[in-house]
């Protein structure tokens, strides 16, 4: 039987960690980052969020040395708990990220619908975009890894070169950029900012699915790392740079820019727009450049991590037989690569039929929270269960590291769901419901796929 192939460098993962990040919906989250902290201050909560995910990664690094498997985090809760608990919450985990996909590929699809009038429908954006990333990962993870590689640095160099022309030009705009608490209500608005942008991290842990892929196992948990560190850069930069060139509320769409357009899907457009100034058909030019290179780079490295995923657990015989494909030229899981892709399709046509795309932030935020909080439960209940076991990395500091993590991470999802506004509320539901499916798939349907 045909095996994946072990090629990929502590770049290349650090790369698809970073990858699903670097997307349009990030941008969304970072202005409502902002948008929660007096002044030019959400900066200090990317940060802070950045160093709570640093501790999380170590978990998650101890426990990929431990099981170095496609599998990734299903496994870790299986051992440390049980399967009628692993699958449910790690497949809910992976659906809610390739639902979120759909979100990305609608605000994709308005971008350049938006940008070029008169042109394609919105539909033909988004088969497109789903097609170029499911076309790279399908002939081979070489391509899609160099690729990933490619649109990363690209990402990186634009993001910050802009954020940092955007602070030349405009200042701090606040006179209150150092201290997120000022103000009332400063102190809860701080934390659910943090928590909201554990949402600018999301997926640097998916690289753990590519464990079997990997020349050497130790550049997980060096990737994950390497990808917390790129995405911190890029969007605290970013949000103090958002913050000091356009209105708070034209970047949220609660007014209309000069042009009469609400930019609250696309905030990047109008950012672009004015650091450009008078060079405008530039700028549209720069902002249709990074709407696409964003989008395919989110693209990518979620079909490239849990296509892995999905191909485990059906050679584990938790899902249909099929996803477990290996193409013999290429070495790739390619009917799961299909299968994610019209997944993601699927759910950016019910997003376009329903609204409500800014759920999924909150939606995916949540899944992320949770499955860190599982991991370092794992390690916990791991240390105890399997005392002898190997483990190439440990976590520092343990066991308060680990302590700390489950308890902060817990605190910051019930923090992330209290606020009752219709999207966040919307969020909830929609994560809930991924998990009742996936409960009634395990109740179900596992039972009949393990009898075959």
Same mark, same amino acid.
């Given at each position: 039987?045909?095996?994946?192939?072990?090629?990929?460098?502590?770049?290349?993962?650090?790369?698809?960690?970073? $990858? @699903? !990040?670097? =997307?349009?919906?990030?941008?969304?989250?970072? &202005?409502?980052? /902002?948008?929660? %902290?007096?002044?030019?201050?959400?900066?200090?909560?990317?940060?802070?969020?950045?160093?709570?995910?640093?501790?999380?990664?170590?978990?998650?690094?101890?426990?990929?040395?431990?099981?170095?498997?496609?599998?990734?985090?299903?496994?870790?809760?299986?051992?440390?708990?049980?399967?009628?608990?692993?699958?449910?919450?790690?497949?809910?985990?992976?659906?809610?990220?390739?639902?979120?996909?759909?979100?990305?590929?609608?605000?994709?699809?308005?971008?350049?619908?938006?940008?070029?009038?008169?042109?394609?429908?919105?539909?033909?954006?988004?088969?497109? $975009? @789903? !097609?170029? =990333?499911?076309?790279?990962?399908?002939?081979? &993870?070489?391509? /899609?890894?160099? %690729?990933?590689?490619?649109?990363?640095?690209?990402?990186?160099?634009?993001?910050?070169?802009?954020?940092?022309?955007?602070?030349?030009?405009?200042?701090?705009?606040?006179?209150?950029?150092?201290?997120?608490?000022?103000?009332?209500?400063?102190?809860?608005?701080?934390?659910?900012?943090?928590?909201?942008?554990?949402?600018?991290?999301?997926?640097?842990?998916?690289?753990?699915?590519?464990?079997?892929?990997?020349?050497?196992?130790?550049?997980?948990?060096?990737?994950?790392?390497?990808?917390?560190?790129?995405?911190?850069?890029?969007?605290?930069?970013?949000?103090? !740079?958002?913050?000091?060139?356009?209105?708070?509320?034209?970047?949220?769409?609660?007014?209309?820019?000069?042009?009469?357009?609400?930019?609250?899907?696309?905030?990047?457009?109008?950012?672009?727009?004015?650091?450009?100034?008078?060079?405008?058909?530039?700028?549209?030019?720069?902002?249709?450049?990074?709407?696409?290179?964003?989008?395919?780079?989110?693209?990518?490295?979620?079909?490239?991590?849990?296509?892995?995923?999905?191909?485990?657990?059906?050679?584990?015989?938790?899902?249909?037989?099929?996803?477990?494909?290996?193409?013999?030229?290429?070495?790739?899981?390619?009917?799961?690569?299909?299968?994610?892709?019209?997944?993601?399709?699927?759910?950016?046509?019910?997003?376009?039929?329903?609204?409500?795309?800014?759920?999924?932030?909150?939606?995916?935020?949540?899944?992320?929270?949770?499955?860190?909080?599982?991991?370092?439960?794992?390690?916990?209940?791991?240390?105890?269960?399997?005392?002898?076991?190997?483990?190439?990395?440990?976590?520092?500091?343990?066991?308060?590291?680990?302590?700390?993590?489950?308890?902060?991470?817990?605190?910051?999802?019930?923090?992330?769901?209290?606020?009752?506004?219709?999207?966040?509320?919307?969020?909830?539901?929609?994560?809930?419901?991924?998990?009742?499916?996936?409960?009634?798939?395990?109740?179900?349907?596992?039972?009949?796929?393990?009898?075959?």
């Amino acid at each position: 039987m045909a095996e994946l192939k072990r090629v990929l460098t502590a770049r290349s993962v650090a790369a698809a960690g970073a $990858g @699903f !990040a670097f =997307a349009m919906m990030s941008i969304v989250a970072d &202005v409502q980052v /902002a948008d929660l %902290v007096p002044g030019n201050t959400g900066w200090i909560a990317v940060i802070a969020a950045a160093v709570f995910c640093i501790l999380a990664s170590w978990c998650f690094g101890e426990l990929s040395g431990m099981f170095p498997t496609s599998a990734g985090v299903r496994v870790y809760i299986q051992q440390a708990f049980n399967e009628k608990m692993a699958i449910p919450l790690s497949a809910a985990y992976i659906f809610t990220v390739v639902a979120a996909s759909g979100a990305e590929a609608y605000v994709f699809g308005s971008v350049f619908v938006a940008l070029i009038p008169g042109g394609p429908s919105i539909w033909f954006y988004v088969i497109l $975009g @789903f !097609a170029i =990333a499911g076309a790279l990962n399908y002939f081979g &993870v070489e391509i /899609a890894s160099g %690729v990933q590689n490619m649109l990363a640095i690209i990402m990186f160099l634009f993001l910050v070169i802009v954020s940092l022309v955007a602070l030349y030009q405009f200042g701090t705009r606040f006179e209150n950029w150092y201290n997120p608490f000022a103000g009332e209500g400063g102190g809860e608005g701080f934390a659910t900012a943090v928590a909201l942008s554990v949402f600018l991290y999301a997926g640097f842990e998916w690289v753990t699915a590519l464990s079997e892929e990997t020349k050497q196992q130790d550049v997980i948990s060096r990737g994950m790392i390497g990808s917390i560190l790129i995405l911190c850069i890029v969007y605290a930069l970013l949000n103090a !740079a958002l913050v000091s060139a356009v209105p708070r509320d034209v970047l949220t769409g609660r007014e209309a820019w000069t042009d009469g357009l609400l930019y609250g899907a696309r905030p990047h457009v109008v950012f672009i727009k004015i650091v450009f100034g008078p060079y405008e058909t530039l700028g549209l030019i720069g902002a249709g450049l990074l709407s696409f290179l964003a989008s395919m780079t989110s693209f990518n490295a979620g079909i490239l991590t849990t296509s892995r995923f999905l191909y485990a657990m059906s050679r584990d015989k938790t899902m249909p037989r099929y996803l477990s494909k290996i193409h013999m030229e290429y070495f790739t899981p390619h009917a799961a690569i299909i299968t994610l892709c019209v997944v993601a399709l699927v759910s950016a046509i019910l997003l376009t039929m329903l609204g409500g795309f800014d759920s999924f932030t909150y939606a995916v935020a949540g899944a992320e929270i949770m499955m860190y909080v599982l991991a370092a439960l794992s390690v916990i209940k791991l240390r105890r269960k399997m005392k002898s076991r190997e483990r190439p990395f440990r976590v520092p500091l343990y066991p308060l590291t680990a302590i700390f993590s489950a308890i902060f991470f817990s605190l910051l999802f019930v923090l992330v769901f209290a606020d009752q506004k219709i999207e966040v509320q919307t969020g909830f539901a929609i994560l809930i419901s991924i998990i009742a499916v996936m409960v009634l798939h395990t109740v179900f349907i596992i039972p009949r796929l393990k009898k075959k």
